[in-house]
Nanobody, 124 residues
Framework: QVQLVESGGGLVQAGGSLRLSCTASGPTLSNHAVGWFRQAPGTEREFVAAVSWSGGSTSYADSVKGRFTISRDNSKNTAYLQINSLKPEDTATYYC?????????????????WGQGTSVTVSS
């Protein structure tokens, strides 16, 4: 089981940027695709972005395309989510997760190991 810890969340104004990090301990993260999901109060957890085990393939939710960038550094056992041009509707707790697959997947059911989340609040 991969233990994941997210960091980098915070309170920002609309239009601002943050970089979220997801650091793994235990088994190497390079054996897994990594996804970022988010959940706003009273809503279902939703897919945001995913990156394959090598970093060579990525996928994004339509709502974040062009504003969010997912990446990873396997030498640091860490994945990242660069979030730019933040909007109030991006306010949520952001979670990273390790997939059972090496390749990109957007299905939340393919992710079995989850971090505790980091909160992002965007003020208008």
């Amino acid at each position: 089981q991969v233990q994941l810890v997210e960091s980098g969340g915070g309170l920002v104004q609309a239009g601002g940027s943050l970089r979220l990090s997801c650091t793994a301990s235990g088994p190497t993260l390079s054996n897994h695709a990594v996804g970022w999901f988010r959940q706003a109060p009273g809503t279902e957890r939703e897919f945001v972005a995913a990156v394959s085990w090598s970093g060579g393939s990525t996928s994004y939710a339509d709502s974040v395309k062009g504003r969010f960038t997912i990446s990873r550094d396997n030498s640091k056992n860490t994945a990242y989510l660069q979030i730019n041009s933040l909007k109030p509707e991006d306010t949520a707790t952001y979670y990273c997760a390790a997939s059972i697959y090496l390749s990109v997947t957007t299905d939340i059911n393919d992710y079995t190991d989850w971090g505790q989340g980091t909160s992002v609040t965007v003020s208008s």
